[in-house]
């Protein structure tokens, strides 16, 4: 039989013997590959994470592993339709396939991005301002990111082989964390193709994968605190993992992502006939029957209004008429196809027949042996697949418990009514926790009573409406960008969320110490530590010779009334307090006429920059503007300006800097303080 090679230590690995476990063809019952990880060394696979993984993911910087993560998601567009053709043997449709495979690699590219334009090119991140703990400032106390010293272990789900992998993947390579894979044993077929494909790249240092294709039963043996697992799958799995004694006793962070009773909520607005119900019965829909609903955020419970119940289904069966077709993947036409195995489908079809037998009615769909669209593109039923035509169920009772705590996973969902917003929150309240739900209205104040009412509840929320109803990525569609997990049922856990995901794989600490000192440890200049005023003007230097501490200061320039005057005449700006000496003083802030802030930010800017053509290739912005203590005709200002932080760009002749800038006047009191973003060259004269 071909056994599915797991990839350890940087090398293919087959067992020599054992008992392999044969995988099959969803749609046609035929052997695909088997299965067998017995004798794979898991804990040297762990040392070599640990040591060479570490080691290699450690010589890059963040930005240096966002690179890898945009050139191998390139890598992996050129090998889609490979992995497609593999995909098919799942039970995917090409849609299903798109959802898997080019989301997964989707994944890749947004951490790329983020990776290179939220955090520095370095391998600490700071976290917040500093905290100030002694009265002369030569103390203070930050808060810093640094990667975990171990592996992260993925553990993944059989619906999603691609898109599972690399969604934990990307966060814990630019986190600079190792990963072990251990994909479901249904589709590790597809989950192995994509790793080789991966290590073909070249693009990959390494001990950054390895791949356990098989059992891995002792894998958390060999767990510490170093290491972290996220989990995907069922609930009971999840808690079997949970109570290892490694998690329990040694340390191991664990995150898991298992069931969710989804619920999609129709604002009693939303009445047949209007934009949102068509959007809403098209999501149930689609939820129902992509990956052949095998997926973690299906729509489980639609709950609508009562007296909507029978138009639902009406309008559930009559789109699933016109647009599902029950079949082979690779059947032209097929737009629905299997489950992923026959034991799938025998577990789906036991928890429709619990649905049933504590009060749900199947009133669209049976759960005969579907008639389906063979391969050869002849017609009937193929016991040998794993098909299962969609099942629509309805609970009269709308608090049977049964609704609210049985998965069926697969092309399954059940209506339940509800008489008012109040008890369709409460509804949703009753799946435990979940992933997602939708609430699809156009009243403004549905939208905010059910939000507020759910949200606690749940992970992701949508709010589907006319006017995001053909933009929305959909109920079902985690995006990368925003956190993919929830509470309670659904595991706990935030396998996604941006930058959020990444922080999953790194360790906060408080570290205390002198200004110079937490320079010295972050990179980050902080006010107390030593500026360096010599030599030349700061914006004569390149990121080749510009060092965290530069710093200049200005002269004082004297503020007249002549000049707030001629700045609220040429901007506009005519505020009260700049303009009329006595309402200006009745005001508890000012001693009378003051000066624009923006009037001071923008001389300020006038005393620090060089005009000569050189370096700085331009201004972007400004943050953090405070202004602190006005300025009235005759006072003076002067400001100090110090290089803070430089983020040299990877792929640009040019890095950005961010000025630590403070205005202070003639007395020496802080007028204002601010960061200046520039643009500066890495080498002047440019090659």
Known sequence: MNVIPSYLMDEWWVPAAGEATAILDASTGEQVAAVNASGANLQTAIEHARTIGQASLGALTFHERALKLKELAQYLNGRREELYEVSAKTGATRGDSMIDIDGGIGVLFTFGSKGRRELPNS????????????????????????????????????????????????????????????????????????????IESGLLPAGSLQLVSGSARDLLDHLDYRDLVGFTGSASTANSLRAHPNVVHGGVRFTAETDSLNAAILGPDALVGTPEFDAYVKSLVTEMTAKAGQK??????????????????VAVSARLSERVVVGDPRAEGVTMGALVSREQKAEVLAKVGELVSAGGQIVVGSLDEPEVRRADGSTGTVPEGAFMQPVLLHFADALAAAAHSVEAFGPVSSVIGYDSVDEAVALAAMGAGSLVATVATHDGEVARKVIEGIAAH??????????????????????????????????????????????????????????????????QWFSGAPRNLDGPHPFRKSLAELKVGDSIESPLREVTLEDITAFAESTGDKFYAHTDEQ????????????????????????????????PVLANYGLENLRFVTPVSPGDSIRVTLTAKKITPRETDEYGEVCWDAVIHNQNDEVVATYDVLTLVAKRWPTP
């Open 583 to 614: 309402a200006a003083a009745a005001n508890p802030f000012f001693p009378g006429i003051v000066a624009h802030g923006y009037l001071l930010v923008s001389w300020a800017a006038g005393l620090f920059v060089d005009p000569a053509p050189g």
């Open 458 to 523: 749940h992970g992701r929320t949508l709010i589907l409406d006319r006017d995001d109803a053909r933009s929305s990525t959909g109920h079902g569609s985690p995006v990368p960008h925003l956190v993919h997990g929830g509470p309670g049922r659904a595991g706990g856990g935030e396998e996604l969320g941006g930058i959020r995901s990444v922080l999953h794989h790194m360790q906060r600490t408080a570290v205390q110490g002198s200004p110079a000192m937490l320079t010295a440890v972050t990179g």
């Open 123 to 198: 391998n600490i991140i700071v976290d917040g301002a500093a905290e100030v703990l002694s009265k002369d400032g030569s103390f203070i106390g930050q808060h810093i990111y640094t990667r975990l010293p171990g592996v992260a272990v993925q553990i993944n789900a059989f619906n999603f082989p691609v898109w599972g992998m690399l969604e934990k993947f990307a966060s814990a390579f630019l986190a600079g964390v190792p990963t072990i894979v251990k994909p479901a044993t249904p589709t590790v077929y597809l989950a192995e193709t994509a790793v080789r494909a991966m």
């Open 296 to 313: 973690c955020t299906s729509i489980r419970r639609a709950i609508v209004p009562a007296a909507v119940v029978d138009d639902l289904i």
